[in-house]
Structures are given as C-alpha cells and as structure tokens.
C-alpha cells in the first residue's frame, strides 16, 4: 500500500482509529454473490470489498477473520453484542435507528419467487394477502420484514432455519413462494444443479442498498474511518497493478453474438471481435459463460469484471465505462409460425402474455412501455415456453430469435420489429483507462480494415452450418 493514500484516507480522522478497527468482529451469512464461502474459504463482493478497507487503513485483518452464522443468530448479535459489524444488510427505515451503517455496498432487490409450474401469478401484496399462498422466509430477513409490514397474515408465512432449507421448501412444494433476493436465490439454484427456468421472479417487494451494520454503541470515530476508506476506494482512480488486473469479460448464451459452441468454447460475433481486438491490443482477459442476471449482477458490482454484448441504456449508462459498439441488435416481437395472433406494434401486446429473460434490456423495454412482461432466467428458455403455451409471443433480438429457432427445430413468425440498439462491452469503473483506450482503439481499427465484418461472417456462416 502507498502510504501517501493511506494517510490521505485517514486524514480527517484519529490516527489510532484505523488501528483500533482491529478490535471489531465482521459477521456474515452465506447470501452469494455478496458473501458465501467456498471450500471453507469466504467469498463475495462484500467480502472482497471488506478485505480492501482493512488493506486501505493497515488494519491487521483479512477475510480469514470473517465469522459466518445464520442469518437470525447473526442480526442478533449486531443487536446485542458491542463492537459487532453485520453484512451484507439491509438498510431500511425500521432497521434505521437500531444500528450504525457504512456503505453501501451494492444494491439488492428482494422479490417473490415461484415455481413456474405452480402457474402463480401477483400482481401486488394485497394479492397475496388475498390468497392462501404460502410463503418461506428467513427470520430478521428483509424479505420477512416486507411482508410483515404489509400486512401477510403469520399463518401463511413459514419460516425456514437458512436459505438452503427455504430453497428446498419451494423446490419440494412445502411452501408455493420464497420471499428472498433475486441473484441469490438463482445463484444458489445454479450451483445446486437446479433448472433456473423452474422457477421465476414474479413479483418484486424491495429494492434497496447493501450495507455494513454496526452495533448502535460502536465509537463514530472507528464508523468514520470504514465510511471514509469505502469512499476514498470508489474515489481512487489509480491504474490498477499487474496483480489487481485480473480482467473478467462476462456473458450469456445469446447467439450469434455470445454462446457456448460445440466444443465447448465461448463464441460468437461479438466474442471472436473482443478476443481478437485483446489480441491485437496485447491485452488479456478470462471470459466466462453465466446466466445473463449473474453475469450483468457480477459486471455492475466487482472490480474488473466487465459484462458483454450489453445494450447501452440510460438507466445502465452511470454503472459502467463502454466499449464498442460490438454489433447492433434489431429488437422485434415474435410467436410461432402457426399462432392466430396478429400484431404490429408493442401496444398490440397489451393482453397478452410476452415472454424475455432477466435484466434484458429487450424485456425492459417492452415494460417500460406498458407491456406485462413473463421473465425466465435464460433467452433459450422462451422457446420452449411458447411451443408450451406458457407465452404468446416473445421479444428479443431478431438475430438471436432465428438462431435458437433453427436450433431447436421451431417455425416462427415475426410479428414486428421495434428498435435498432448498438451492443456493447460494459465494465466496472475499476478498470484501468488505458486498458479500455487500447482496446477501444484496436476495435476501431478492426471495423475501419473491415476485418470485423469478416469476422462476423465467418462466426455466422459456421452457425449455418452447423443447424
């Protein structure tokens, strides 16, 4: 560490305060991506957030020294024992005064989540309330204080010992929801080997910031020097070292642009452009192939990790630095080739049930302007709904709908078309400027030669190929 930033970061500040941090206890559960532990080990954005601020104020502390419980014991010693910091928490208007808090640390939306064969559909709590629907939570969790605060009868709300067991609930039909965080439950549903497209987000209850929780009586002056290290962190524009520069692209399997081949290797337009363009940059990068939500979550939260072919939107515009334009992407509403429906314009979908994915850009869209939209965890997925009846129609990338359909062996109809976006390579501010520059510039320098295209052809010409 340089302890020309150090002093910086504690300038305000006593000098022992970052020495005494030492003495406080950090408690969390296991809620990935924010904290989970892996092979004993502990892991997540809010850990590796964690271990910076102690690197940052010389405290002589890792992650090694992070205590996991359960969620419940956990809270409770926030409440009751002094010099305890609780994460990844919640922060919200009850919990306000029971705690002191430095963040945030990223933010997290809590939703009900269903079995899709369970055919449930909400359209706010009172609905819930209203039915006899029976729903799994996690004691002290945000998720069971939302439905308190709204009013969700005791008798329909089963509380279970960890994430874990509600998650088994749900899958085993003990419970009909999970009021729980979005990316955890499906990052968990993944890594137990569960079919993400069985189960679906049907109703969102809470959208808030991530936060350390401090016990109420632990000394400002130790709660100012985490806030004030966290701040000079997001502030510290310095170059990353050659250690910290462990650059991550994320994806999907969105064909032609991303998706795993047949032997077994990340491909696409947009990949073969990014691996080249590193190449001639003399860049690297690890790129990996997740679940679309993971992928954009990951891109959004960790340092050097950037996620791709992302539409660049307004509301995603202030969360990354953007490189490209990686290729552009028609968005057009499709149905398959032998349904009655007829329509040719979004509004025409008002009464109907139209199918996207997770964090797509497409389906976020078609919300914004009205459309009710049925959200699964991966683009294949919609396939299969519509061959299933589950949707009627499916908005996505015109590309992407004929690729899959050839895929699969599926006839379909496009309805119309709604939108041209440019697709682009999203990364987290952390990453260097000139890392981004050099890349930026090797792409340009690609599409002017016209090797791109070139480059595009051959991707697609093999995808003909192969279905």
Not at 11 to 33: D, G, N, Q
Not at 171 to 178: A, F, K
Not at 183 to 189: C, G, N, P, Q
Not at 373 to 394: F, H, K, Y
């Amino acid at each position: 560490m340089r302890r020309g930033l150090l002093w910086v970061a504690c300038l305000m500040l006593p000098m022992t305060a970052a020495a005494e941090l030492s003495s406080l206890t950090f408690i969390t559960e296991e809620y990935p991506p924010y904290n989970y532990q892996r092979d004993g080990q502990p892991e997540g954005i809010a850990v590796e957030l964690l271990e910076r601020i102690l690197t940052r104020t010389d405290t002589p502390r890792d992650r090694h020294d992070i205590q996991f419980y359960p969620w419940a014991r956990g809270y409770d010693m926030a409440l009751t024992e002094p010099s305890t910091v609780l994460f990844s928490t919640t922060r919200t208007e009850q919990r306000e005064p029971l705690f002191q808090w430095v963040g945030p640390i990223a933010t997290d939306r809590v939703s009900l989540i269903a079995r899709r064969d369970a055919d449930i559909q909400l359209d706010d709590l009172e609905a819930l309330i209203d039915s006899d629907y029976r729903v799994a939570v996690i004691r002290e969790d945000i998720g069971a204080q939302r439905l308190h605060e709204a009013g969700v009868p005791d008798s329909r709300i089963q509380v279970a010992m960890s994430n874990d067991s509600a998650l088994h609930m749900l899958e085993r039909g003990r419970v009909d929801l999970w009021a729980y965080g979005e990316d955890v439950a499906f990052w968990m549903m993944e890594q137990k080997g569960l079919s993400q497209s069985d189960f679906e987000a049907i109703l969102p209850i809470s959208e808030s910031d991530l936060y350390f929780a401090l016990h109420r009586d632990t000394d400002p002056s130790l709660v100012a020097t985490l806030q004030n290290a966290l701040d000079r962190l997001r502030a510290d524009s310095r170059p990353a070292t050659s250690s910290e520069r462990r650059v991550t692209f994320n994806t999907e399997e969105y064909p032609p642009f991303n998706f795993l081949n047949a032997d077994g290797e990340i491909d696409g337009t947009a990949t073969r452009l990014l691996q080249t363009a590193l190449d001639e940059a003399g860049l690297t990068a690890n790129f990996r192939l997740l679940p679309w939500a993971r992928a954009y979550t990951e891109a959004r939260l960790r340092d050097n990790h950037c996620v791709y072919a992302t539409t660049r939107t307004p509301s995603r515009e202030a969360h990354f630095t953007w490189t490209g334009p990686l290729a552009i992407n028609e968005w057009a509403a499709f149905a398959l080739a032998d349904s009655d429906l007829e329509a040719r314009e979004l509004g025409d979908l008002a009464d109907r049930r139209v199918g996207s994915f997770r964090e797509d850009a497409v389906g976020q869209y078609a919300e914004e302007q009205g459309i009710p939209v049925l959200l699964t965890a991966t683009e294949r997925d919609n396939i299969a709904r519509l061959q299933a009846g589950v949707i009627d129609a499916w908005v996505t990338g015109s590309q992407t709908a004929r690729q899959l359909a050839r895929e699969a062996g599926v006839e379909l109809k496009r309805l119309f078309s709604f939108r041209q976006e440019a697709l682009y390579l999203a990364c987290h501010p952390s990453l260097p400027d000139g890392y981004l520059s050099k890349l930026q510039a090797a792409l340009e320098q690609l599409t002017e030669s016209g090797r791109a295209d070139a480059l595009r052809h051959r991707v697609l010409e093999r995808l003909e190929g192969d279905t």
